[in-house]
């Protein structure tokens, strides 16, 4: 079950930290932190499906990614000893081929990409659909918008998404 999530998970930290977060922290890390505190908490699990497993460990890497982000603060660390963490190799997924790998690391790394040159609100309204799964009510109330605007900002968020991939300019 957590071989499958992985990828996908990682993909989501990956995303919701930045390039300016995951500069100052390593997205696996986040990723381990957030799977051992799944699996010491799985009976809260309450869904029944992929999707609702996908959700809830979405809701608990972004409670570590705020953990995290919290404790460096604290620290108040010295900017000029910080060093930049290499983060760019994935978490292996079963594959066919290695081509395939090759082609699936390639479309990722174009996506994260296209996402990070996206605004906030574009960044987000992808994320709490595409990757939390939430519904236009939810993200509705947790944007303090109401669902039809959700659905405007996700339509133009997908639309900046699409031309970022393709390398042109956006509007």
Request: hydrophobic fraction near 40%; charge should be positive; glycine fraction near 4%.
């Amino acid at each position: 079950m957590y071989e499958r999530s992985a990828p996908r998970l990682l993909a989501f930290i990956r995303l919701r930290m930045g390039r300016t977060l995951r500069s100052k922290m390593e997205s696996r890390d986040i990723l381990q932190g957030t799977l051992m505190k799944s699996f010491q908490h799985l009976d809260d699990f309450k869904g029944s499906d992929t999707q609702s497993l996908g959700a809830w460990l979405a809701r608990i890497a972004e409670r570590e990614i705020a953990d995290r982000v919290d404790f460096h603060q604290r620290q108040r660390r010295d900017a000029a000893r910080e060093e930049p963490l290499d983060d760019g190799v994935p978490v292996p997924a079963p594959v066919k081929s290695a081509l395939t790998q090759a082609i699936l690391d390639e479309k990722a790394r174009q996506l994260e990409a296209a996402i990070d040159t996206l605004s906030d609100a574009h960044r987000e309204i992808i994320l709490l659909r595409k990757f939390e799964e939430l519904s236009f009510g939810e993200i509705a109330r947790r944007l303090g918008k109401s669902e039809d605007a959700c659905r405007m900002l996700l339509a133009r968020a997908m639309v900046a998404l699409t031309l970022a991939m393709n390398d042109r300019p956006t509007p």
